[in-house]
């Protein structure tokens, strides 16, 4: 296994297509960070991120086997492009599903708690990282969606602007007015990385 690590992606792939299945692991292990992180940040729900990186997989293992996969070079946004959708695909599908409504207009599943956090995601979660987290809720959608795209999923803006639809000075101008928002939030707030 430790000589698959050193292998490029696309070597790879073409071992998996060959039978390898220790090559898919390898490449899984080298990129599950940056994929969950990202589609983490964009569904906010830890269960929800882990089916929706399982269907990741399940979607490459399917592209690649039927021979749809193109030799680009560029796995990562690839799979980050497939994660976007498929997050895209379950809020889509949630806007059309009907909510509850409490008195005071909140969703009935908002308000009512039917899980204890565990000792491990208590422990995981450090301060700093949760302060984090509330600051980017509270930016703006498209600026949220490109500092996490950027950040978390190592994309260049070019593939962000391609993948949101928008061209690359709107993506740079979202993050460059995402990033002044953040600092004013953590002046406001006297907040300290």
């Given at each position: 296994?430790?000589?698959?690590?050193?292998?490029?992606?696309?070597?790879?792939?073409?071992?998996?297509?060959?039978?390898?299945?220790?090559?898919?692991?390898t490449l899984v292990l080298r990129h599950k960070d940056k994929l969950y992180t990202s589609i983490h940040f964009l569904v906010k729900d830890k269960y929800l991120a882990e089916d929706i990186f399982q269907d990741v997989f399940i979607r490459i293992i399917d592209t690649v086997r039927s021979g749809r996969y193109t030799d680009e070079g560029k796995f990562l946004p690839w799979a980050m492009?497939?994660?976007?959708?498929?997050?895209?695909?379950?809020f889509r599908k949630v806007k059309r599903t009907p909510t509850i409504k409490t008195g005071d207009d909140q969703d009935i599943f908002e308000v009512l708690n039917f899980t204890e956090p565990s000792a491990e995601?208590?422990?995981?979660?450090?301060?700093?990282?949760?302060?984090?987290?509330l600051m980017l809720d509270r930016l703006p959608e498209d600026q949220r969606e490109v500092i996490i795209l950027r950040h978390y999923a190592d994309m260049s803006f070019k593939e962000i602007a391609a993948m949101t639809g928008c061209s690359i000075n709107t993506a740079l101008g979202r993050m460059r007015y995402g990033l002044i928002n953040l600092r004013k939030m953590m002046a406001q707030k006297q907040i300290a990385l």
């Open positions: 296994m430790s000589t698959l690590s050193k292998l490029s992606d696309q070597d790879l792939i073409n071992l998996f297509i060959s039978g390898n299945v220790n090559a898919l692991e492009r497939i994660a976007h959708n498929l997050c895209v695909d379950h995601d208590t422990m995981i979660r450090s301060q700093s990282h949760h302060r984090v987290r």
